[in-house]
């Protein structure tokens, strides 16, 4: 009897840790705090037409999306987050914010090095099915923001 | 009757408990190569996808100026396999490539030989579409905007505004018509960057605006920057022979832009205007429309006004748009849309 509870105990708490315990969040409000508090000339929320367009992601894929970007400088800051719908669509979200970060650098790399640098410290996050990627110089000002909201 | 494991085989079994719980909390966190800070995770950045969406190859002979803030994005390859673009971006090179391309365009010098005013910089060349009553926001819903990081501002602005219709671009910092023509670099579409003339059929556009050129004057000479804006648009038209090609003049810089991209033999009022005279030139021959948005902006020299410029020198490049000059670009647009 004994083993029996000890083995459903073991079931039960790997179940609990696989089961990723992410707080649910309105990205609305994370792009709204980053437009806020980042120090950011005239950013406003590009909405979700232009993200699906320029990062090609499937509209399926996407709970819900938040994007701020402004119109200042060669490459304009640009703040990205998803909610995917499931942990294979996340994956596909990764990708696409991978390779929009990787299209920048292209673009920026023998043509404007400071924003190339700037490219380079940038990454994708991820948390839980959550997606973003902060392609700016204020990047980790933004990821900051994005992670406490998890909290 | 219960049953009382021996001593050590509970403390054996308290033991494997702890173990798969913490063997279970680590599988469970995905650790990337390049993780971050404690508390999220992070992918680690690829290298790049495709050899073919590399970034252009400075020229050797550019000076690192030039390079850095012109975005030389030569063409010089010697990876060329068509062998067709030799030229160095210096002029120097300009002068010393096919001579019957280097000389100056009609409508820089007059009759006798004299230079043409400043001021007559910015006057239409010869078949541009003249200015009509403004047409619906709808003329715009079949059309596609190609261009470099200036038209990456009117999609911003685009996107903020929504005052083009349906109009999609595909645009991408530091694109020119040759970078885009050898295919070292083109606009993302569908998520993935593709030539243009597998793009712009995808998007269903019949209208195709082009606006190009400051990376090109950087990169080739006037022969090369005409052969390769023309075997672009003949690229495009073969993919969708249906589309109407609306070619945009280069807009104009600021005199107040990066001391090295203005008042050089490359960048200045009067390379631009000879430019944009070969591009109506171009647009003549072929039957495609020329618009001369340049007018909308240029000051009497021939040069952008502050109010315009959203990267004044001497750290900007003094070429890209503020919101108001967008407007005034979109507001031309809808007052110069061809009337046949």
């Known amino acids: 009897m004994k083993k029996i509870v000890l083995i459903i105990s073991v079931l039960m708490l790997c179940l609990c840790a696989c089961s990723p315990a992410v707080k649910d969040v309105a990205l609305k409000d994370v792009s709204e705090k980053i437009m806020s508090d980042v120090a950011l000339e005239d950013p406003f929320d590009i909405g979700s037409e232009w993200v699906a367009n320029t990062y090609g992601v499937k509209v399926e894929d996407i709970k819900q999306c938040a994007a701020v970007v402004n119109m200042v400088g060669i490459f304009p800051d640009e703040a990205v987050m998803f909610e995917a719908i499931d942990s294979a669509a996340a994956d596909r979200l990764a990708a696409r914010c991978e390779s929009r970060l990787n299209d920048l650098k292209s673009q920026a790399e023998n043509y404007d090095p400071e924003s190339y640098a700037t490219f380079k410290k940038c990454k994708v996050v991820r948390k839980g099915n959550y997606v973003a990627v902060f392609i700016s110089a204020k990047t980790e000002e933004m990821q900051r923001i994005f992670e406490e909201s998890f909290k | ?340």
């Not at chain 2, 975005?71 to 067709?84: F, H, K, V």
């Not at chain 2, 190609?146 to 595909?170: P, W």
């Not at chain 2, 090109?216 to 052969?227: A, E, T, V």
């Not at chain 2, 021939?302 to 070429?319: A, F, H, N, T």
């Open chain 2, 1 to 340: 009757m219960i049953y009382k494991a021996p001593r050590n085989k509970r403390i054996l079994s308290v033991a494997l408990l702890l173990l798969a719980t913490v063997i279970c909390l680590s599988g469970c966190i995905t650790t990337y190569p390049d993780e971050g800070e404690e508390g999220h995770e992070s992918y680690a950045t690829v290298s790049k996808p495709d050899a073919n969406s590399s970034a252009p190859v400075i020229s050797q002979d550019v000076s690192d100026e030039q390079s850095v803030e012109v975005g030389t994005t030569s063409d010089e390859p010697s990876d060329e396999p068509s062998g067709d673009v030799s030229e160095a971006t210096s002029s120097e090179s300009q002068e010393s490539n096919p001579g019957e391309q280097s000389e100056v365009p009609s409508g820089l010098i007059d009759a006798n030989g004299n230079e043409i005013p400043v001021a007559d910089l910015i006057s239409d060349p010869e078949g541009t579409v003249p200015k009509n009553a403004p047409v619906d926001a709808s003329y715009f819903d079949d059309a596609v905007f190609i261009g470099d990081s200036i038209s990456q501002m009117l999609s911003y602005y685009e996107a903020r505004y929504d005052e083009l219709g349906k109009a999609q671009f595909l645009c991408a910092q530091s694109l020119g018509a040759g970078s885009s023509l050898h295919n070292r670099l083109n606009p993302v579409y569908g998520g993935e960057q593709r030539r243009l003339c597998e793009s712009i059929p995808m998007t269903g556009a019949k209208k195709v605006y082009v606006m190009l050129g400051v990376n090109d004057l950087g990169s080739y000479n006037y022969y090369y920057c005409m052969k390769n804006f023309e075997d672009l648009m003949l690229e495009i038209l073969e993919a969708a022979p249906d589309v109407k090609i609306y070619v945009q003049s280069m807009t104009p810089i600021s005199v107040k832009g990066s001391t090295y991209l203005t008042h050089t033999d490359i960048y200045n009022a009067q390379t631009i205007k000879r430019y944009n005279v070969g591009l109506a030139e171009l647009c003549r021959e072929h039957g495609w429309y020329y618009l001369n948005v340049a007018s909308a902006y240029a000051d009497e020299y021939g040069y952008l006004p502050d109010e315009c410029v959203s990267d004044p020198g001497p750290k900007g490049m003094g070429i890209h748009f503020t919101y108001d000059a967008c407007k005034r670009w979109i507001e031309y647009l809808f007052t110069h849309a061809p009337q046949d």
